[in-house]
DNA sequence: GATAGTCCCTCACGCTGCGTGAGGGTCAAC
DNA sequence: GTTGACCCTCACGCAGCGTGAGGGACTATC
């Protein structure tokens, strides 16, 4: 029977030594058999396991979990494997759009392309987003996220003049409200009128009919389902989206009038 | 101007408060000013370089790093933004590719298939395999790559029925091959002559010509060049590399004779 | 059989990136 | 003045090893 020293075994399959002897102490590798000098040997059915643990380890699970899959012959691989499946692929999407992301940033060091601001963060924090989402749910109604996908798909339909002049009223737009927050300015003033006239008419546009009486909730969906907004809405805290959600009604009810 | 709190911060950030504290521990993200109660209070500024850091944490990159590059004006954020992507391209496409492989493993074990072996294996540890090619090329010279290359596109032009003969054939092979190991019959014995017949008719079909005097070159190739091969040989262990080339040899001078 | 070189072993402490209490102030509201 | 929800500072714990330190064991060569 052919024996294996750690270190032909750490050779072979790329782990350090003091990982086996990690393995060992854990008790998930033990060697075929201990010399008299202490020695660990490893046969062929210990590769194999390693070979296991390897696979499982790719998956970032836990080694004592690991350890437990391997041990415990009544266990649901199949529903296990199922779930760690979803759980690559999830990451595998979220790896591309982040390589997207860094395309682009790179894109932009380079001045080949002004990046819209939010983007560097795409793919970060999958709960974050869906958290998002169910509080956007929430706050306007299940429709909400059939509402997103339409103004998305307008937006994406635009040329790219219409789509750099629509980014730029925004951040006015949003900066006009920053600082009209910080500096204490109510909510219902007119000194936003002027923008938020532009912005209605953006509005009207992308809804292909006059901005209806209920621009709130179309302001407020072409607006949230731009990807800008949701990093300066994060990054601005809650106070923002209240004095938003007041200066939205603010803009609603003179509308009305 | 607006001020959050560390409850704040993290709700909106998606971090823990635990990690904020870290995080200003280590000098990574100070808060913009510290109140008399010891209250950490944190500004827009602070919510920026927090997005920086959670985007290049995403990356994996260590935290010391982190702040290494946010307060060096001087780093080369390109040149370290486009290693990071191509780390990150890699980490996806193996993403992927485990994901492939678990799906197949999951068709395996609902008996949808007869999955190979070794493609348990794909995507685990890309050095790993790099050193693998290296030592082939190291073996059998610079031609071993395109010689695969070769042979790969071959195997998938065959049938299925043609690729589960051939598969079925590589498996018969590989044990009698590990067995004898085992059993110490001689590499030179005629004890596998039958399988190695009928592997030699599959190499003449696939090189299109009948199996030439470099008959070794050609099994080795077309062997080494099966996924299944790869995972098998690591398993085995160096021993069964050099009992596969010895039998290779004796192969060949017989044939030679 | 001495010597050198390369393996092997067992402690045992260190590292990252926080989680998780313990023990105790603070603040706003009722 | 008393909740309840915050905030703080220690400080220990965890995974998954890396990295010596200190000391045998094996193999080859002279």
């Keep these: 029977m052919k024996m294996l020293t750690v270190k032909q075994v750490a050779k072979i399959s790329g782990v350090s030594v003091r990982a086996l002897h990690h393995y060992d102490e854990i008790g998930l590798l033990k060697p075929a058999s201990t010399g008299r000098n202490g020695y660990r040997y490893y046969g062929r059915d210990e590769l194999l396991r390693l070979q296991q643990i390897l696979l499982h380890r790719e998956l970032d699970i836990p080694l004592g979990d690991i350890r437990a899959i391997l041990d415990d012959p009544r266990f649901d691989q199949l529903e296990a494997l199922r779930l760690q499946r979803d759980k690559l692929a999830a990451e595998a999407k979220r790896y591309a759009q982040l390589v997207r992301t860094i395309d682009r940033t790179i894109a932009d060091l380079n001045g080949e392309s002004a990046m819209r601001n939010a983007e560097l963060y795409k793919g970060i924090s999958a709960e974050k987003q869906a958290e998002y989402e169910a509080w956007l749910v929430k706050k306007y109604g299940g429709d909400m996220p059939r509402h997103i996908e339409t103004s998305k798909r307008k937006y994406e339909s635009l040329s790219q003049a219409e789509k750099d002049q629509l980014n730029t009223d925004l951040k006015e737009l949003e900066t006009a409200w920053a600082d009209a927050m910080r500096n204490g300015v109510p ?38 389902s731009h990807p800008d907004f949701v990093s300066r809405y994060e990054a601005l805290g809650e106070g923002f989206s209240e004095y938003h959600a007041e200066a939205m009604k603010a803009y609603a009810r003179r509308l009305a009038a």
Excluded: I, Q
């Design 187 to 224: 909510a219902d003033s007119t000194a936003l009128d002027p923008l938020l006239g532009r912005f209605r008419d953006w509005v009207s546009a992308m809804w292909n009919r006059p901005c209806p009486p209920d621009a709130f909730a179309g302001l407020a969906d072409l607006h949230l």
